[in-house]
């Protein structure tokens, strides 16, 4: 049992509103995940910003759900794995791409996802210290330094959003449960 509150946009914080009402245009519902957040406002604010940060990065919205999934399923957040499983699939991202991230397999049936999902679990693993040959094994399935640099922003983007997740027992959306997941 939680003792967080999941926010309606009414019982937030007044300073949360704002960006409670951002998620919801953005995102299409206010999951949630953020509405638990929303207990703090300097949570919920920096939450939205980077997420809107990262919708104008360089990665395609399927290869920042392929980070996404890679990471939860990582640190074992049921919450985040079927979020950003449904939102890969909004995406485009192949659902035998999106099954195998799930599982936690290493070799993907697309190459350019199997080496992006490669290179975050390597960012995981080292907590950052990634080896030359990693960095080099990215650039070449075409990727950039600068898309070096959104991998990990995506990376620790989600990393927040599944310890909170984990911490707060945030209950999953009606909508996200069709893409259930337990650990």
């Not at 007044?14 to 299409?28: K, M, T, Y």
């Not at 995940?33 to 997420?51: C, H, K, R, S, V």
């Not at 990065?57 to 999934?69: D, F, I, K, N, Q």
């Not at 659902?95 to 697309?110: F, N, S």
Request: aromatic share 6%.
């Amino acid at each position: 049992m939680t003792v967080f509150t999941v926010h309606s946009p009414g019982s937030a914080p007044q300073p949360s509103q704002q960006p409670l009402a951002e998620l919801r245009q953005r995102v299409g519902f206010i999951p949630n995940l953020a509405a638990t957040m929303a207990e703090a406002p300097t949570t919920i604010d920096g939450f939205n910003q980077l997420q809107r940060a990262l919708a104008h990065s360089t990665l395609t919205a399927a290869e920042r759900e392929v980070v996404g999934v890679t990471v939860s399923v990582a640190n074992r957040c049921p919450y985040s794995v079927a979020a950003h499983s449904a939102f890969a699939a909004r995406a485009g991202v192949p659902p035998e791409v999106v099954t195998a991230l799930r599982a936690g397999k290493d070799d993907l049936p697309e190459e350019k996802a199997s080496a992006l999902s490669a290179f975050t679990k390597a960012l995981l693993r080292s907590g950052g210290l990634v080896d030359r040959a990693e960095i080099d094994a990215l650039l070449g399935h075409g990727y950039t330094r600068a898309q070096v640099l959104e991998v990990i922003t995506q990376a620790a983007y989600t990393t927040m959003a599944n310890w909170i997740a984990n911490a707060t027992g945030a209950p999953l959306d009606d909508v996200l449960s069709p893409h259930a997941w337990t650990a």
